[in-house]
């Protein structure tokens, strides 16, 4: 995004760019020993392949399972192994929950098999995951190594274990536990319709999970949940609002402002042939916010999924997402044909 969306989103309130590139370590005290051999592998060799483009929330966790499984063994192998049979299901939590060596973005995903949680957690920084075990919330935890997506994607394929990703991916489950965890700011009750809240705006399932740009010499992460959109570690949550609440005194109310600072306001418009997701500060009066629609691009002859970020009266298109940020450096400021951008108006 520009510096100009920027601005308008600092205005409302909302935080919406992310900048900074991960680090890829490797924790190798703790990797010796513990990788998997090929006669131990969780799941029979097949000859299918993934790719770590376009994965889905649900193919992104079970890859880290797979990979984790097989490539660290213990608990991590026995979960997913009971995944396979119970259901792989990942809770989401707020990274303050514990006490994590790296806390990425801010967000905490619990990998169960079933639901249970067994202390296997990782975070997410940019396009590299942490991984932890043995996780109890309170006590210090370090990681057993941070691994990129890419890097994950190529040991499955080489070990034979893509099939195994596909299989836990079929009956995976994503679930945002973060509000019920970290409450609102002021203790605000969250079944009311206080302050002109009308219910959970629930984000498209293709546009969840994280996007990456390089557009503008920036490098920018957003991360959207279930109904929660996240950035720098700083989460917001995306409700319905009702259209009397803006136009009383009392959103400029401090006490209001500071109960309502993790909100923002969501709703759908369809325009230039794009579903778009726009959001603005719960208690922002001017300007138009940001918008977001998921898209199809034809990218080196393949069509690829994006995340188009839009602004402005006349939601120009303001900056491209990618699904892993290898692409969005490759892609960075690149210019679709099928997108409205402001220049096009001239």
Known sequence: MNKKTVSKLMVAGLALLLAGCGTQEASKSQDSG????????????????????????Q????????????????????????????????????????????????????????GKSTGLVYTI??????????VKAGKTSNKLATVSKQDMVKYVNDKGQAKLVGN??????????RAESAGTSSNVDTTSHQYGREGKVTVP??????????????????????????????????????????????????????????WVSGNFVDLHGLHFLNIRGWCQT???????????????????????????????????????KAMAQQQADKKFDDLHYMDDDD
Do not use: R
């Open 205 to 262: 399932a293709e546009m969840q999970g994280t996007w990456y740009s390089a557009d503008y010499d920036s490098n920018s992460t957003i991360t959207f949940g279930k109904n929660t959109i996240t950035n720098d570690g700083s989460t917001s949550y995306i409700y319905k609002q009702n259209s009397s609440f803006l136009e009383g005194d009392q959103n400029m109310n401090q006490s209001v402002q500071d109960a309502t600072k993790d």
């Open 125 to 134: 920084n940019n396009d590299d995951v942490n991984i932890y075990q043995n």
């Open 168 to 177: 836990l991916a079929k009956n995976a489950q994503v679930v945002d536990k």
């Open 34 to 57: 513990n990788t998997a051999s090929s006669s131990s592998l969780l799941a029979t060799k097949s000859s299918e392949k993934m790719s770590a483009d376009n994965l889905s929330p």
């Open 59 to 114: 193919q992104s966790v079970s890859l880290v399972a797979a990979y984790a499984g097989n490539k660290y063994g213990n608990d991590w192998a026995s979960m997913t192994k009971n995944a396979e049979k119970q259901g792989l299901k990942v809770n989401l939590y707020p990274t303050s929950k514990y006490k994590l060596s790296d806390n990425g973005q801010g967000v905490a995903y619990d990998v169960t098999a079933g």
């Open 286 to 324: 001017a300007g138009d916010g940001s918008s977001f629609a998921v898209h199809t691009e034809t990218i080196n002859g393949k069509q690829v999924k994006v995340l188009v970020a839009a602004g402005g009266a006349g939601f120009w298109t303001e900056g491209v997402y990618y699904q892993n």
